[in-house]
């Protein structure tokens, strides 16, 4: 089965910067479109930015310019670099696959477990 792993998350000053990894398995990140989303609490996840296999990124609005989604195809890794965090940007952060390019949608067969990112 497709496992995502997710690491990087924290606890961060506003102004300041995390980066957010999730490892794939079974195969290579380049077989997939992959995103990252967020939950609130007691709301639906959000899209906030997605790759497709090409490598051309979407970001939801709020984090355009802030954010940058990205993949290394020979590790088998994606990122988000969080540049600027805000409080608001605090949330259970998780990454997500899917043979289909569903870019911000949040239809993706493949999740991994979440990791927290606190802004204070």
């Known amino acids: 089965d497709v496992q995502l792993v997710e690491s990087g998350g924290g606890s961060v000053q506003a102004g300041g910067s995390l980066r957010l990894s999730c490892t794939a398995s079974?195969?290579?990140?380049?077989?997939?479109?992959l995103g990252w989303f967020r939950q609130f609490p007691e709301k639906d996840r959000e899209g906030v930015a997605a790759i497709d296999r090409a490598g051309s990124p979407t970001y939801t609005y709020s984090v355009k310019d802030r954010f940058t989604i990205s993949k290394d195809n020979v590790q088998n890794t994606l990122y988000l670099q969080m540049n600027s965090l805000e409080p608001d940007d605090t949330a259970m952060y998780f990454c997500?696959?899917?043979?289909?390019?569903?870019?911000?949608?949040?239809?993706?067969?493949?999740w991994g477990q979440g990791t927290q990112v606190t802004v204070s």
């Open positions: 997500a696959a899917d043979f289909y390019n569903l870019q911000l949608g949040r239809s993706y067969a493949y």
């Open positions: 079974r195969y290579p990140t380049s077989s997939y479109c």
